[in-house]
């Protein structure tokens, strides 16, 4: 289902390799600083991105991020002291009398610690590393989608919340990150033929059973334990991945959201144990892919089906 997907995010390759233009204003909208707003999850590649803008626009949406990364900051110093306190306490009472609890404690504030000093260390560091790009449903990305006859790049969530249905369906229906070949024509037919997309992958990521991985069936009393792994084309290049997207407005406010098309899969990832796989489209349908006829969706299933031939390897993530 592709819970997985490392981006590419370099918005200055976007633009030049794929004849983009940024919608300033949507990844503006994005990042500003409304009343109750919750920070949006972004891939810190997404954030960078925009480092060394030189638009007063760029520059404007470098402040706010900046202003969310302070803010996060504040809240994660003030976690980790809260946490030290904790842990302190824990380790006297340990001390004075071990207990289950104390020792339960003791784990707690000294995991919570150390999420919060990784995410403080992320948050200063200013080299990338390669899971900075890395998206989960839930986190934005930028997507290519067609104004106009014109590429465009949009931030957009990684879950598609399709028009006419409420917010809670995100916690309802988790899996709208994936939208299903076969269901094209039937969930996602508000999307279908009217609004496409792709995301720029270099990599994804799938949930494998072991026991399917390792082409054998379940031992006697074994548990089924699931794998990562990490696919990428070989030799490594960008896969344009088809997606579908809308856009969604509520009281919770404006959301734009997406989800990557999936079908049967490929044999390198059969043969890994995985039955579902995104669908890289040939960059020469780019545009009839982007500017879909509605009355003529056969052409959009030709395209999937004529999908880029891709050699895939693949390796345990960590």
């Given at each position: ?62 402040a706010k991020i900046q202003q969310w990364h302070a803010e996060e900051m504040r809240a994660l110093d003030e976690e980790i002291r809260l946490q030290s306190a904790r842990l302190a306490a824990a380790d006297a ?226």
């Amino acid at each position: 289902m592709c819970y997985s997907a490392l981006i590419r995010a370099d918005y200055t390759k976007l633009v030049r390799e794929y004849g983009a233009v940024m919608s300033l204003d949507e990844f503006a909208q994005l990042y500003a600083h409304d009343p109750g707003k919750a920070r949006p999850k972004t891939p810190k590649a997404m954030d960078d991105g925009f480092a060394g803008a030189r638009t007063s626009q760029g520059q404007d949406i470098v402040a706010k991020i900046q202003q969310w990364h302070a803010e996060e900051m504040r809240a994660l110093d003030e976690e980790i002291r809260l946490q030290s306190a904790r842990l302190a306490a824990a380790d006297a009472q340990f001390a004075a009398r071990p207990s289950q609890k104390a020792r339960n404690e003791i784990r707690i504030a000294g995991n919570r610690i150390e999420r919060a000093q990784a995410r403080l260390d992320d948050l200063h560091r200013t080299g990338l590393l390669p899971r900075d790009s890395r998206i989960f449903p839930g986190v934005y990305a930028p997507v290519i989608v067609s104004e106009g006859g014109q590429r465009v790049i949009k931030p957009m969530r990684y879950q598609c919340r399709l028009p006419d249905v409420p917010a809670r369906n995100d916690v309802l229906y988790p899996g709208t990150y994936n939208a299903r070949r076969d269901s094209l024509g039937g969930y996602w037919k508000p999307a279908f033929g009217h609004r496409h997309g792709v995301v720029v992958v270099q990599a994804f990521y799938e949930h494998v059973p072991r026991h399917a991985l390792e082409h054998r069936a379940l031992a006697p009393g074994e548990r089924a334990q699931n794998v990562v792994l990490e696919f990428r084309p070989q030799p490594p290049r960008d896969l344009l991945v088809a997606c579908l997207w809308s856009e969604w407005e509520g009281p919770e406010g404006r959301l734009l959201s997406f989800a990557a098309i999936t079908d049967e899969p490929p044999v390198a990832v059969a043969a890994a144990g995985h039955d579902r796989c995104i669908v890289p489209i040939r960059p020469e349908h780019l545009d009839a892919w982007l500017n879909p006829d509605p009355a003529d969706l056969a052409a959009q299933y030709r395209i999937l089906d004529d999908r880029e031939p891709v050699d895939l390897g693949y390796l345990e993530a960590a």
